[in-house]
């Protein structure tokens, strides 16, 4: 069947009189554009799926970190679909797609759209971001402990870019469009696809942020932990030192001494009792910083992944099509 095409995917719907949390979310974003005014890529994109039905596109999953492995998370949404389904036939189709992708032998088709029934799912790629200034970036921000209560893999997540948007929202999404993620010298054929993309796709919307731990080390620094919310993020740091570290030294055949893991105890404490997003323990620092993500729009709907994504993990080429 035929799939309407997305309405308004290269259109900001800036809007003066917003709600008050939007309002309040905007402000915050302004504030943050002065404080932290350039852009700079973070890291690898993120894959994920949405799914199609009629007009609307949701996201059915994020963080895969290759086609592959998104293409997999699309396979166990569709059996967990076609449970639900009282189409018999219908059923069928979704296990027969699911099983390509996921099959019990073999290798997996890399085929990232399929067409079952009325609904359309894609595999999609998102970028990552960060806002940056006076060499360090961004922070948290107040608004984000509200993340705390929601999917950080945006399951049911839906892309609207015709959503209402504050003006400092329309700035940043902008500011976005000509922005090529690419961190690091990279192969001038992933450089071309990058800006063909933005031809091709040249809508953005945001998407819920994620968060990273980092310790600094002079004029490093080293990722070690991360979280969908700046809460979760803090607790999976206090679980490095009382978990991981602790079990990382038994694999090694090294067991912690008693007096060591009580000084472990205490970091993981003081990193639970701390109230900022920089704090030091062991004379160690540690930062909890602000990863932002995009999606790119076009004609057709959100981007799928580039061949050099699918080259990248030892693919050559994906399959399109239903």
Not at 229 to 238: D, I, K, M, S, V
Request: aromatic residues 6%.
């Amino acid at each position: 069947m035929a799939f309407p095409l997305m309405p308004g995917y290269d259109h900001i719907n800036v809007v003066a009189d917003l709600d008050p949390g939007t309002a309040l979310r905007d402000t915050e974003l302004g504030e943050r554009i002065r404080d932290y005014p350039k852009l700079l890529p973070a890291g690898s994109p993120d894959f994920g799926h949405a799914v199609q039905t009629g007009r609307q596109w949701r996201i059915g999953s994020t963080g895969a970190m290759d086609p592959s492995s998104a293409r997999y998370g699309l396979a166990a949404h569709l059996r967990i679909d076609a449970r639900d389904q009282d189409d018999a036939e219908l059923a069928r189709a979704m296990r027969a797609a699911a099983d390509r992708l996921d099959p019990e032998e073999g290798e997996q088709l890399p085929k990232d759209e399929w067409e079952v029934g009325d609904r359309r799912y894609r595999v999609i790629r998102m970028e990552r971001f960060a806002l940056i200034g006076h060499r360090t970036m961004e922070p948290p921000r107040g608004c984000d402990a509200a993340l705390g209560g929601t999917d950080g893999l945006l399951r049911g997540y839906l892309i609207d870019p015709r959503a209402p948007a504050g003006q400092w929202e329309a700035q940043l999404r902008l500011n976005l469009v000509g922005f090529v993620a690419l961190p690091g010298p990279a192969p001038e054929a992933v450089r071309t696809e990058a800006r063909h993309a933005i031809l091709t796709h040249p809508g953005v919307v945001l998407l819920p942020p994620t968060f990273t731990v980092v310790e600094v080390k002079g004029e490093t620094w080293e990722p070690l932990t991360g979280g969908h919310h700046p809460e979760e993020a803090r607790e999976r740091l206090a679980r490095h030192f009382t978990d991981l570290l602790p079990r990382f030294r038994e694999f090694q055949g090294d067991p912690v001494p008693p007096a060591e893991l009580a000084e472990w105890a205490e970091a993981s404490k003081l990193i639970e009792a701390s109230t900022g997003h920089t704090f030091t323990v062991m004379g160690r620092e540690f930062r909890i910083l602000r990863i932002s993500r995009m999606l790119r729009l076009g004609r057709d709907g959100p981007e799928a992944p580039r061949p050099s994504d699918q080259e990248r993990y030892g693919l050559h080429g994906t399959a399109a099509g239903g």
